[in-house]
């Protein structure tokens, strides 16, 4: 077969959110000539095992935590039998499998033109891709985005002999069946989320963590509050630990070995756990694309370099989303590759310096409770301000939610603003409780818009809610 040779204005390597973003506009509204290489399923980590079947699961551990409150509120809710996982299953994956369809239509209708296959670079403005049938196709681009995402990581055998048993959260979609017992090493908010999970639809949860908290790149609020919340509702937190090794009996049931608080210097050991789950962090996805060749400049981290406006070291070439590992979002991905293809392909004056603002992004985590934060923590706002010019608002309550139930099954709610200068502008917002993605949501565009807070005292409350609390604390 005679090799495959294309030209296009701009060539996107991944599928993922971010590229298809900025595939789409360019092709959709700029008419650039389009090409977007993907070597696994549309949509990327977020649609695939990331965001989106994450959520779903997560709606159904809140469903599992209300039946068991429904009695609380007077209903008498009998469970005939438990929760049915590989049901479950089947209907995300099945949810999953439409929306890769609805991508694929997207770029169809956008008129970018899809190649499945895996990319490398072969010049600053070429790269090669491998074909599912092996064959080769060399491409030709004036423009080159890099958005090829990340995968998880998981430690060298040298590291944890026997790291391999375990899986990561890619796996945990894969799961046919529910596990009875879990060992989950990591104290991000992946870790957090499948931990909370795992535990609300019913099975024996371990969490491992390195320190004495979780999710240490947050607010202390916020790591306080999960940590706390986690604990009372019987997740065992295994509290500075590190994994040694972990093995397989003839039953397929697996032991972890490792040191914690309790046995720091002698190892202890947890058994009968059906799966090890790991969730210490993400790589960008870089291995076969060859950048050294034409020479990207990439971090320690194996990370590309990209400034503000998604440039790398090569002219012609652009990365942005997981693969740069700054603000790992698929919505900031997405924004980014959007103003990218802006910059590149619009005509407009308006355009020439498009570039997504990376100050202020709002975040959650889908935890049990939620947690949410936007701006800067308590301690890097001390560190940019200065003591002298930070005052914090804080509350703590129980929302009405809770108000029926027993004191034992009550869950926390609590928030911060963080206010710099004698304006007292909100320069952090870190909240924990039921309901706080939606809640920072709304709040993130005030946040942005730079309100003080006296803006915020402004706005009349709404109640009875939570979010109330923000306008009102003293």
Known sequence: MAPISKECDYLVIGGGSGGLASARRASGMYGAKTIAVESSRLGGTCVNVGCVPKKVTWNAASI????????SYGF???ETAPFDWHTFKQKRDAYVKRLNGIYERNLQNDKVEYIHGRASLTSPTSAEVTLDDGSKATINAKKIL???????KVPTEDEVPGASLGITSD???????QPKKVAVVGAGYIAVEMAGMFHALGTET?????????LRSFDPLIQDQITSVYEKRGIVIHKQSKPQKIEKDSTNKLTIHYTDTTSPSTPTTLADCDTVLWAIGRSPEVSSLRLPTVGIQQLKTSHIVADAYQNTNIPTVFALGDVCGKAELTPVA?????????????????????KLDYTNIPSVVFSHPEAGSIGLTEPQARAQYGDENIKIYKTEFTAMWYAMMPPEEKGPTAYKLV???????????HIVGESSSEILQGFGVAVKMGATKRDFDSCVAIHPTSAEELVTMR
């Open 206 to 214: 371990h969490l491992f963590i390195r320190h004495d908290k979780v």
């Open 419 to 429: 206010c710099a200068g004698p304006e007292e502008k909100v320069v952090g917002m």
């Open 64 to 71: 599992a935590e209300t039946i068991h409150q429904a009695s």
């Open 146 to 152: 890099i958005a090829t995402g990340g995968h998880p």
């Open 76 to 78: 008498s809710v009998k």
């Open 334 to 354: 997405i924004a980014a590759g959007r103003r990218l293809a802006d910059r590149l392909f619009s005509t407009t004056t308006a355009n020439a310096n498009a």
């Open 171 to 177: 796996g945990f979609f894969e799961l046919e069946h």
